[in-house]
């Protein structure tokens, strides 16, 4: 325990406490595995209103000696990379390695765009289902033209597909099925 007033601002970095090591290690970690710069995390740490400057996290991650991580800070770091204080804190030898968090960080941005699509798409949907009830007469082409411009653009691989939303495939109904042709072929 420190026994007076500064004695933490002199601490080496084998002095210091090992949570504050850990922390280093962790942002460093978490922003390697995210492929962003010091710049880019400088700039999402400003977006998430706890600004830190480029040159502050390098000498957070490799200074000799390293710099402390303040309060307001860490609760930056957690936030910007959507992580608990206790997860930052923790060894970053206890979370995945930088190339599994890299690409479990891509599968979740890939998710939440896919996820956005979706609701867009449900939108449009909602659209043509409008058009086919003033205009019953064109339901059926609707349906099929979509249905088939689904498959052209899936090189026919859209009656296979399990991404297809049930929604959707209920409202298509038959022009969703394949032909029987290809049910015989799959047999």
């Known amino acids: 325990m420190a026994s007076g007033k500064g004695d933490d601002s002199a601490r080496t970095v084998s ?4 949570v504050e090591n850990n922390i280093a290690d962790r ?6 595995a ?4 010091t710049v880019t995390l400088a700039e999402k740490m400003a977006e998430a209103g706890h600004p830190i400057g480029q040159s502050a996290i390098w000498r957070i991650e490799s200074g000799k000696p390293r710099r402390r991580v303040n309060t307001d800070e860490a609760l930056g770091f957690c936030k910007v990379f959507d992580m608990t204080l206790d997860e930052l804190a923790s060894p970053p030898g206890q979370m995945a390695n930088p190339i599994i968090r890299r690409l479990v960080g891509e599968y979740v941005e890939l998710w939440k765009e896919w996820r956005s699509l979706g609701k867009s798409m449900d939108a449009i949907q909602d659209q043509l289902r ?3 009830k003033v205009n019953p007469d064109q339901d059926t082409m609707v349906r099929n033209l979509l249905a088939h411009e689904l498959d052209a653009a899936s090189n026919g691989d859209f009656h ?3 991404g297809a939303s049930s929604r959707l495939i209920r409202w298509l109904g038959d022009a969703f099925n394949p032909p ?4 015989d ?3």
Do not use: C, F, M, Q
């Open 15 to 18: 002095d210091r406490p090992p």
């Open 27 to 32: 942002v460093k970690l978490e922003r390697e």
């Open 34 to 37: 995210r492929g962003w710069s």
């Open 130 to 132: 409008e058009y086919t």
């Open 160 to 162: 296979r597909h399990k």
């Open 180 to 183: 029987a042709a290809n049910a």
């Open 185 to 187: 072929v799959d047999e």
